[in-house]
């Protein structure tokens, strides 16, 4: 969900920024387990280090199996570029680039020990700060000074979910169906 502006440069052409919040969310296949230590390698240029942290849930051989969910509340300002590919008066065809510099507003996610065995969560290893990309494709119909839209929408993080420390890389991509409307303003 999100509001923005944007900006004809020319009757095809236009550059919209704004405010986008988003939720991503992720299901993990684990088991309940009793409680042990987890380890998890940490990376640095100097040395290799770790954190033990208490894990609940085992990747297998639990005596219980349990859904859990990664969740991911973020607030990005995306600047996009939207081209028409068709130029009618009231419904046209369009695809839309944009990048979006994204802030983690919160962070629940369960990251997998260096055994494999274990999942546990640690926060902290979590980037706060990420950049995303998106590619959009679009149709768009126009009522008066408003104007309708609606397609398919793939976004990309281009940054790993962890900070460097910690040994495995996650990218995420979501698929999606956007949704929306714009008033122009004279």
Do not use: C, M
Request: hydrophobic share 35%; no cysteine; net charge positive.
């Amino acid at each position: 969900v999100g509001a923005g502006v944007s900006y004809n440069v020319s009757p095809r052409f236009r550059i919209r920024t704004g405010l986008q919040f988003n939720f991503r969310e992720y299901n993990l296949g684990a088991y309940r387990a009793t409680t042990e230590v987890a380890t998890i390698a940490l990376v640095s240029s100097s040395r290799i280090d770790s954190i033990n942290s208490l894990a609940f849930y085992r990747t297998r051989n639990g005596y219980s199996p349990v859904e859990l969910k990664n969740k991911y509340f973020e607030v990005s300002i995306p600047l996009a570029f939207e081209y028409d590919v068709t130029n009618n008066k009231n419904l046209n065809f369009g695809v839309a680039i944009s990048i979006q510099p994204t802030y983690l507003i919160s962070r629940n996610s369960f990251l997998i020990s260096t055994d494999y065995k274990n999942y546990t969560n640690n926060p902290t290893l979590v980037r706060g700060w990420n950049i995303n990309s998106s590619f959009e494709g679009f149709v768009s119909y126009k009522v008066g000074d408003f104007k309708w839209t609606l397609g398919p929408q793939i976004r990309y993080q281009n940054l790993p979910t962890y900070t460097k420390k910690y040994s495995i890389r996650e990218h995420l991509i979501d698929y999606g169906v956007k949704i929306g409307f714009s008033k122009a303003l004279h």
